[in-house]
């Protein structure tokens, strides 16, 4: 059976469309025009062009410059879209030419055409209500599409900022259950001086904090927005109720306290902001790819590597090798961290390419800061969930590394001067005599001082305070 089809038309031409779709034409010319990447608009950011288009209209209506059926008719049709309805209809690739006029007129198109059939219209028939002359009313791509992208970073942000939380309880809880647990440290993957295997991972949970307070504050650039800035920062088209109230409306909307930029033509031009964000998050990103290096090399093994400790086996490592056990859940962190580092480039590159009054690559800006927020979450989560609270120590291998290492002799530099410390070492190396053996035979300590320079304590802590 064939569709039924409608008629557009704009300053470019005429365009037959499915007469069942809520787009219009110009969402169609896009659709034709970038088929790029296969995904399309993140709909958190849908959800916050919606926001916006709904917050206008209250203010258009609530200061006289739009008609209040045709208010209440876009303010409707934005409640449909918030609580998740035609979700289909926002067909536009995610990457697209023309700063993001091609995601602000699919919302736009979508929300005209719901409203239109409120007032008892047919789709397409824009003299009920206009996409652009009455969705779009005081509005501009320029101010609507990075206040958008604003918004859904600062919402996508809390989830990774509650499942860092999590990691960082979860790490904490770890430090607590292994302080007791003395084990070798090691400088450049050779033995160095020993520490508590507690201390590895508060030195963790140390690192996920900071990554944690480091995005929080980035956060904070978030909140300065350009509404009412209109096309480059002059307000042309936006009248003064609208220009004063809608940085206000839009914040209890959000649930965000939002402010206008103090200068709106660098707050239209400038996306510096969501490089600071992406430099953090590229931060966490390396924090957390070490931090999952190290526990592959402390569970390496289980018979021929460290061996330290044991990661929870998830799943079968191997097609081939019956009962081998692999890292899964730190390979995955580490390869979203990569994922991560190379948005970064792109956003970077992306912020550094616009030119004058306005940056025309914010859709690929949004399309890799979002997918980094949204992949290191699922990152974190699973990391926290299926390998942090399930790791067990090997007291055993710990104690039996520490006891073979020669590392120890450092803490004899004071006593016995550095160049008998190092013939000491050696001596261990080569014959297989223990540090402490070698330095009674020798007589160069005293047992009493001996057993006090090398308790766990003392060499564990800055002057043997706990």
Avoid at 135 to 159: C, F, H, R, W, Y
Wanted: proline content about 3%; some cysteine.
């Amino acid at each position: 059976m064939e569709k039924e089809l409608r008629t557009e038309s704009d300053s470019v031409g005429e365009l037959s469309l499915d007469s069942a779709a809520y787009y219009g034409i110009e969402t169609a010319r896009a659709k034709e025009n970038f088929e790029i990447t296969g995904t399309k608009l993140n709909f958190a950011f849908v959800r916050n062009v919606v926001l916006i288009k709904k917050a206008a209209a209250m203010v258009n209506k609530s200061y006289g410059l739009l008609d209040g059926a045709k208010a209440d008719a876009i303010i409707a049709a934005c409640d449909e879209i918030l609580h998740g309805k035609h979700r289909k209809d926002f067909i536009v690739d995610a990457i697209q030419g023309g700063a993001g006029t091609s995601s602000n007129m699919n919302v736009n198109e979508v929300i005209a055409n719901i409203a239109i059939e409120r007032l008892g219209g047919k789709k397409g028939d824009y003299s009920v209500i206009s996409p652009t002359d009455h969705v779009n009313m005081e509005q501009s791509t320029n101010d609507v599409i990075p206040t958008a992208g604003k918004l859904t970073v600062l919402s996508l942000a809390a989830e990774l900022l509650a499942a860092l939380k999590k990691l960082h309880l979860a790490l904490l809880a770890k430090a607590k259950e292994f302080d007791g647990i003395l084990k070798m440290g090691r400088t450049q993957l050779q033995d160095a001086v020993p520490m508590r295997l507690g201390q590895a991972f508060h030195a963790f949970a140390t690192a996920v904090a900071r990554s944690e307070e480091r995005i929080r504050v980035s956060l904070g650039e978030m909140r300065t927005i350009n509404m009412g800035a209109t096309a480059i920062g002059t307000a042309i088209n936006a009248r003064e109720a609208y220009f004063t109230h809608i940085t206000e409306t839009l914040s209890l909307l959000a649930g965000e306290e939002l402010r206008r930029a103090d200068d709106l033509f660098d707050g239209t031009q400038n996306v510096d902001g969501f490089v600071a964000v992406s430099g953090t998050l590229k931060a966490l990103a390396v924090n957390l790819s070490k931090m999952c290096n190290d526990l592959r090399l402390m569970s390496s093994g289980p018979r021929t590597g460290l061996g330290e400790i044991i990661l929870p086996a998830k799943q079968n490592g191997s097609s081939i090798m019956p009962g081998k056990i692999n890292p899964v859940i730190p390979e995955v962190v580490n390869q979203v961290a990569f994922l991560v580092i190379g948005h970064d480039v792109t956003v970077t590159m992306a912020a550094e390419a616009g030119q004058l009054e306005l940056n025309a690559f914010e859709p690929v800006i949004f399309y890799q800061l979002f997918e980094s927020l949204r992949a290191l979450t699922g990152a974190v989560k699973t990391l926290s969930e299926n390998c942090i609270v399930g790791i067990v120590a090997n007291r055993e291998r710990c104690a039996e590394w520490v006891n073979r290492s020669v590392g120890i002799v450092t803490a004899l530099n004071p006593y016995i001067g550095y160049l008998k410390a190092a013939e000491i070492a050696k001596e261990s190396l080569k014959t297989g005599e223990s540090i402490r053996s070698i330095v009674l035979r020798e007589g160069l300590m005293d047992e009493t001082t001996l057993d006090r320079v090398l308790d766990p304590l003392v060499l564990t802590e800055p002057c043997g305070r706990t």
